[in-house]
């Protein structure tokens, strides 16, 4: 016994402490915090279409920090996961539900929301090649187009040369079956950063494109945006032009205004100039067939639906917004798109923001507008229960999604 | 089977002998530098708080916003801490060469008694195997010990105020080699001790192919430990091969690299095998 009672020892001495470890690291754990969905106004069940992820952390210690998903009206911390499923996870709330539903489509497949649109059959994905293989940044313009049926799991695959332009970037495309819009940024021949909107038909598919829009000069204006699109579905893409201020010391431009705001009809592939209120600023939301028009107030928005026939609007009434910025996210001259905080689904204006209120702490709020009636269905906020005792923890969204479908 | 244990206990017990002189240093200077960082670096942060409060005659709290509070991490971030942990690394990976190449020094060659013991000889190899690991989990063991035992100290000497409130566990979870050396993230602790016990296993191959073939044998070895790298980093490589980066998915990446870490580990266990009974020299 002697002889083995250094080997004895030793493997006591490992064994003993790694499980002690292992219990003290399950007791010393410090149990997550409590979300809580706080409902100010209207009914909780309108916020079941919205997916988001988001994070938890401690203002004190970077070691805090969780990521929970809030899906189908409930919240559950990712922690748990396995690893396995850790690895596959995206933290983009729409490519994260196709990885998991439609696995087998996904697979080579570019994971940004730009590069996806959805209708109730189908799945379409529109990406250059170089956004999978990123060695061929600076040598092709082909653009892969998949078109996945739901219930079949049929996939078709197109390969197709944009022409017109030069290292091309999918920023939205849209699909009103067969057609499909396609909005690429991309260099023009001059090198120089433009919009083009080419446009692909399933039914008489063709292996070179070449642009139905150079929005640069259909719209006059090297500084434009493109409104967020949360389905890819709509008939009139919001694009609005920027007018550069003047330069500052460096000579360089940073103050830019609203030009003006156009749709571009994707069936007729023409653009309608929308009028700028004087009074406030203007919102342009789509959807479908539809076109709303906002004239922000801060604390109300005066709605209007856009008559594309003679190009007027029509007023819908006017709604009190639950704080002076909700939903108006800041958007600056660099970004691409704006709306990311308004969104327009299924007749509903869902307005997000990661407010600050008085008391110090992050409440992502959301307030949700039935157009049909202007009036808010729901308003709320995600916080902590336990804030009272926990004044360090903060929350915030990493993205968010509503479900259209 | 009763007796296969025995002998392999026996042999494992030996080895351990003549490796405690310098494991029982390693613990030594681990201890001790642990320590020293233990007391020296919140000491020198109290110093330091004190100093400024006095010279500029200015509260704790505005000492706090000009050097922050002090946590568990700023110590495990010293070199008295690092120093230790990376010492016992790089100790042990000596010492798996040392542990083969010990029994063919000097002019009476200890291989010759050890290979002519009426024993398989792949008990040699798991003998050697299991004392390194021993080894490896004795240090991890003693730096668990040191660690709980230092965080006491740590937070004897900072006043509460000072603190941030960060937990030992939170420490360890953020550092870069103890969150994969210590069993605090069960897939990295996992990841690493799987790469590293497939190591061992290419290693000691490595080291069998030089002593069964020489100067032959040393360039077959480094070929097949080549070979190796190889194999299990392929997966990394595949979505360059195939020109996609999204086509395999992370998991699936994953899944590849254990199970190509896992042939590695068996082929060489059975070249070990082969060589240590039919080809090495005495």
Not at chain 1, 137 to 153: G, P, Q
Request: with cysteine; aromatic share 14%.
């Amino acid at each position: 016994m002697t002889k083995y009672s250094k080997l004895i020892s030793f493997v006591l001495l490992c064994v003993l402490t790694l499980s002690a470890f292992g219990i003290y690291q399950t007791q010393a754990g410090t149990p997550l915090p409590e979300i809580e969905l706080v409902t100010e106004e209207g009914n909780v069940d309108e916020l079941d279409a919205l997916y988001f992820i988001g994070n938890i952390y401690s203002t004190q210690s970077s070691g805090r920090s969780s990521t929970f998903e809030f899906k189908d009206g409930d919240f559950s911390y990712l922690n748990n996961r396995s690893v396995f499923r850790h690895l596959d996870f995206e933290y983009n709330p729409i490519a994260n539900r196709y990885v998991s539903d439609y696995r087998s489509f996904m697979r080579g497949k570019a994971r940004n929301t730009s590069n996806f649109t959805e209708t109730d059959d189908e799945i379409i994905y529109t990406a250059m090649t170089s956004d999978v293989n990123w060695r061929r940044m600076y040598d092709d313009n082909m653009l892969d187009i998949s078109l996945l049926d739901k219930e079949s799991e049929d996939e078709q695959s197109y390969e197709v040369r944009l022409e017109g332009a030069s290292y091309h970037g999918v920023v939205a495309s849209y699909y009103h079956a067969p057609e499909l819009t396609i909005v690429t940024q991309a260099a023009d021949e001059q090198m120089e950063n433009n919009w083009y909107i080419y446009s692909f038909n399933f039914d008489e598919p063709e292996d070179t494109l070449s642009p139905e829009v150079n929005v640069g000069q259909a719209l006059d204006s090297s500084s434009i945006q493109i409104s967020f699109s949360p389905t890819g579905t709509e008939r009139y893409i919001p694009f609005k032009s920027l007018q550069p201020g003047e330069e500052d010391e460096y000579g360089e431009i940073t103050n830019y205004t609203t030009d003006a705001f156009h749709v571009y009809d994707t069936q007729n592939g023409d653009f309608q100039e929308i009028p700028l209120f004087e009074e406030g600023e203007t919102l342009v939301l789509s959807e479908d067939e539809q076109v709303v028009v906002g004239q922000d107030l801060g604390e109300t928005i005066n709605w209007h639906a856009w008559n594309v026939t003679d190009e007027s609007l029509n007023e819908l009434g006017s709604t009190d917004m639950i704080t002076p910025s909700i939903g108006r996210l800041p958007v600056y001259y660099y970004n691409h798109s704006f709306n990311q905080g308004m969104q327009l689904v299924n007749g509903h204006v869902y307005a997000y923001e990661d407010h600050y209120s008085e008391d110090g702490y992050g409440r992502p709020m959301f307030q949700i507008i039935d157009l049909d009636s202007v009036s808010t269905d729901f308003s709320g906020y995600f916080g902590l229960e336990d804030r009272e005792n926990d004044r360090s923890t903060e929350m915030m969204l990493f993205d968010f999604t509503i479900n259209p479908l | 089977m009763k007796q296969y244990m025995k002998s392999l206990l026996n042999l494992t017990a030996f080895e351990l002998d003549r490796i405690s002189k310098f494991l029982y240093t390693l613990l030594g200077v681990t201890l001790l530098l642990n320590l020293i960082g233990y007391i020296y670096t919140p000491m020198r942060y109290v110093g330091r708080m004190n100093e400024y409060m006095q010279t500029e005659s200015v509260t704790a709290q505005q000492a706090i916003e000009r050097f922050g509070s002090f946590s568990f991490y700023d110590v495990t971030s010293t070199l008295w801490l690092l120093a230790p942990a990376t010492l016992g690394i790089s100790g042990l990976l000596l010492y798996s060469l040392f542990i083969w190449y010990r029994e063919w020094m000097g002019k009476n060659t200890f291989a010759y008694r050890l290979l002519m013991l009426p024993v398989p000889r792949m008990q040699i190899f798991y003998s050697k195997l299991f004392v390194i690991y021993i080894a490896i989990f004795s240090l991890i063991a003693v730096q668990i010990i040191s660690l709980t035992i230092g965080f006491q100290i740590v937070s004897a000497i900072v006043p509460d105020d000072w603190l941030s409130g960060m937990t030992l566990v939170q420490a360890l979870n953020i550092h870069p080699l103890f969150t994969v050396i210590l069993p605090v993230s069960s897939f990295y602790f996992l990841s690493a001790n799987g790469i590293g016990l497939t190591f061992m296993l290419v290693l000691f191959t490595v080291i069998l192919l030089e002593r069964s073939y020489s100067f032959k044998g040393l360039g077959l070895g480094i070929a097949y430990g080549v070979v190796t790298v190889l194999i299990a980093a392929f997966p990394v490589f595949l979505p360059d091969l195939v020109q996609n980066y999204y086509f395999f998915y992370d998991s699936e990446i994953m899944a590849l690299i254990i199970v190509l870490m896992t042939v590695i580990g068996v082929t060489s266990l059975l070249i070990s095998r082969h060589l240590l009974n039919k080809k090495i020299t005495i």
